[in-house]
């Protein structure tokens, strides 16, 4: 760690060098970096396309005499430590596009303020793309040729599905289609996968046990107060100077978004289901019962124990032992002469039950955190969260004021990057999820 204090960095201290507009006719190419303010980029575990905002207070007329219409590409680099003086920790350049124009007000007679909506070049490719073909392999390098091919998207990460498919894919958008096909990704395991794009590391398709199973980002914990923050005797007396080190794991903004949805899980049939799949070739109808307690010690999950009790009981049964919903799938046995390749739905009583029990147990905890902004720190990463009691304690216990049941490992779930040009600061909103709890309902905590 650092000794003195002019070898520390301000965590969030992050310089936008350069932002270059280039008109959509590529005859003007300008300098925008000191007409915006602030810019945004959000990804989601949910979404295959980065997205985002500038807000610009332009007093030069860009709007107009450009003109600024959509479409225009936008380059930035960013700089992580302070510029020129030998200690940065990364470079990034970023390129976006506009897709729109908004919120556009006046400020005062020479000036205009407006927001630009940004999206990467693929939100356009995949606008402009029908894709009406068959294809033939497994899903993963399905959705690597939709989106090498269709997308231009050159960093693409994958493990490997289960299954070989033969599937047409019926005049969609490539991120539809791409959409379409996670929902039937699975492992050997039957574990569900997910799809999505990041920042700093490009596109993704993992599956949750890869997900659930990966070490926290740096083994680190995020707290909600500097009093949190473990500290020796000796670094507390140095004050100030730890506030550095504080800072980087501290959340300047924390708000608890969901806590255990139960009711609504029962309705949606997570815990208790019945799926049926038939084949209109022969009508043959096969069946899986799902159950969420007897499936529970095979799935991924984040921790040891389930959200909701198997001692609760109606009318002497678990909530698990009930079927509160039925979901049916067709599929044509002789759609495909080579039995060696499924059709989309065939494989449905495999993956589909643990997808959506997946997806949504993954909403039993939910929170939203503001934290210093760090590359390490990724849509699809796991991290640990230090959750504290609300109770008083004494001052000799209060290391006792730890929540063990709901602190411990969190995935990632969704991101809003901010870089503000004018404070040269770099933070991050971030959503936190959690399936399962540390310790059981019993346990004192």
């Known amino acids: 760690m650092p000794s003195t204090k002019s070898e ?27 007409t915006l303010v602030a810019f945004d980029v959000n990804e989601s575990i949910n979404t295959r396309v980065l997205t985002g905002s500038m807000t610009i207070v332009d007093a030069v007329g860009m709007l107009s005499n450009l003109p600024i219409t959509g479409q225009e590409k936008i380059e930035l680099k960013i700089q992580k430590g302070p510029v020129g003086k030998g200690k940065k920790e990364w470079e990034k350049e970023l390129t976006f596009f506009v897709r729109s124009v908004e919120n556009v007000e006046k400020a005062n007679d020479f000036t205009m303020e407006y927001q630009l909506q940004i999206v990467e070049e693929s939100y356009f ?15 993963n390098s399905i959705m690597m040729d939709l989106a090498e091919e269709h997308l231009q998207i050159e960093k693409f990460t994958v493990d490997a599905t289960a299954g070989t498919f033969k599937v047409i ?3 969609w ?16 395991a039957n574990e569900p996968f997910f799809c999505y794009n990041t920042l700093f590391e490009g596109m993704h398709l993992k599956s949750v046990r890869s997900i659930y199973d990966s070490v926290p980002i740096n083994d680190r914990t995020l707290y909600l107060q500097k009093e949190h923050v473990p500290q020796s005797k000796e670094e507390a007396q140095k004050g100030a100077i730890e506030d550095i080190p504080h800072k980087a794991d501290m959340a300047f903004y924390y708000k608890a978004l969901e806590a255990t949805p139960i009711a609504q899980h029962i309705m949606n049939g997570v815990y208790g289901s019945r799926y049926r799949l038939l084949n209109t070739s022969n009508k043959v109808v096969e069946e899986k019962v799902w159950n969420y307690r007897d499936e529970f010690e095979e799935l991924p999950k984040l921790s040891k124990f389930k959200v909701a009790s198997d001692k609760k009981k109606y009318k002497e049964l678990g909530i698990s032992d009930y079927i509160s919903s039925e ?11 080579a039995p060696s390749h499924m059709t989309y739905n065939e494989d449905t009583l495999n993956n589909v039950p643990f997808k959506n029990a997946n997806d949504q147990h993954l909403g039993n905890y939910s929170y939203k955190l503001g934290v210093p902004g760090d590359k390490e ?25 730890k929540d063990e049941r709901r602190s411990g490992k969190h995935v990632i779930t969704s991101i809003k990057h901010r870089f503000n040009l004018k404070q040269k600061a ?10 399962s709890m540390e310790r059981d309902h019993d346990h004192e905590n």
């Open 125 to 139: 490719l995949n606008a402009l793309t029908l894709v009406s073909q068959a294809y033939t392999g497994t899903i």
């Open 169 to 171: 894919i019926p005049n």
């Open 327 to 337: 979901f049916l799938f067709a599929f044509s046995g002789d759609a495909h002469a």
């Open 377 to 401: 720190i990724q849509v699809g990463k796991t991290i640990n969260l230090h959750l504290e009691k609300n109770e008083m304690v004494q001052r000799k216990k209060q290391f006792e004021t």
């Open 426 to 435: 770099y933070t991050q909103m971030i959503e936190l999820n959690r399936d």
């Open 8 to 34: 520390l960095q301000n965590p969030v201290e992050t310089e936008v060098t350069e932002v270059i507009l280039t008109s959509v006719t590529e005859k003007f190419a300008i300098d925008i970096t000191d």
């Open 173 to 188: 958008r490539p991120f539809a289609a791409m959409k379409w096909l996670t929902r039937r990704a699975r492992t050997d």
